[in-house]
């Protein structure tokens, strides 16, 4: 979902690049303030079909505005379908990932900041989903995500399964829980 968001903001930029305008000088030729362009192409503010097509207009480029939307109501489409499971929890969506787990036999990881949810420990998966699910103001089902996140951990030591996993190195020093969750 985050990486639609990207996507079209990236699709937005490139439209206004292309036009030669600034952020600045699009917001104002659209009458909008001047943070809004940057949220829109960072995805930080979905656009409306209003705002594709005034986008596309004052950037020369009116074919665009069709896709753009359809390309937005998708986004936007993933967005309502997150929520709608996540309205039951967080253990559900857990155990959802563990069949393509199962079925997978190399696996690449790429973290920036967190450790992968295979590597956690217990006290580790318990502080970064129940943070999670009190941000999003989800039901409390910790106990029962925290166990479907690690029964999938048995996929370390079953089967031929090759894991390729680079962690940056703030991973290893974001905080996460208290003192025994990172020295775990």
């Known amino acids: 979902m985050e990486q639609a968001r990207e996507a079209l903001g990236a699709r937005l930029r490139e439209l206004r690049a292309d ?5 600045r000088q699009l917001a104002a030729l659209a009458g909008w303030h001047f943070t809004k362009v940057s949220k829109l192409e960072n995805g930080k503010q979905h656009p409306s079909d209003a705002d594709l097509r005034t986008w596309c207009r004052h950037c020369q480029a ?3 505005a069709a896709d753009l939307i359809t390309s937005a109501h998708s986004v936007a489409s993933m967005y309502l379908e997150w929520r709608r499971q996540g309205r039951a929890g967080m253990r559900r969506p857990q155990k959802a990932k563990t069949p393509a787990y199962e079925r997978a036999t190399l ?6 900041a967190l450790i992968p949810g295979l590597f956690q420990t217990a006290e580790y998966a318990t502080a970064i989903l129940g943070s999670f699910i009190g941000f999003h103001d989800l039901p409390n089902d910790l106990d029962q995500a925290v166990a479907a996140r690690l029964e999938r951990q048995h996929l370390l030591y079953s089967g031929d399964r090759r894991f390729q996993v680079i962690l940056e190195e703030a991973a290893l020093h974001t905080r996460i829980g208290g003192i025994q ?4």
Not at 19 to 23: D, K, N, P, Y
Not at 107 to 112: A, N, Q, T, V
Not at 181 to 184: L, S
């Open 19 to 23: 036009a030669g305008l600034s952020g």
């Open 62 to 64: 009116p074919g665009e």
């Open 107 to 112: 696996f690449r990881i790429y973290e920036p």
């Open 181 to 184: 969750a990172m020295a775990g």
